[in-house]
């Protein structure tokens, strides 16, 4: 085998996380194209499951990843992409990570610890 096995499922799981400090930036999904995009451009391509379509992160907001690495797990149904994110931001919140969000495990309350690197409002103007 080289590479993910689409025959589980055409979807797997992907996390991104930052090639040289090791942070998850997200998690999102990928079907064989998006892997095959991927591998062939060396930016990485997900799979929109609320879109239902191929989604090349950045096409909108310019933050895009450059693949460094890849990796799958032992059932080589998930993987981990090692990406240098260009823009500063993951999240379309405009947050570095998706992962923004602390919760507190005894009261269940959740506390914002990034910082926002741009207002999505400005890079996600609706488009007339």
Known sequence: MSGPDFSKSELIPVIAQDADDGVVLMLAYMNREAWE?????GRVCYYSRSRDKLWRKGEESGNFQEMKSVFYDCDADTLLVKVVQHGGAACHEGYRSC???EVDPASGD???VGERVFDPAEVYKTKN
């Not at 995009?37 to 451009?41: A, D, F, L, N, Y």
């Open 110 to 112: 959740a506390t914002v």
């Open 99 to 101: 992962f923004f969000r």
């Open 37 to 41: 995009e991927t591998c062939r451009t």
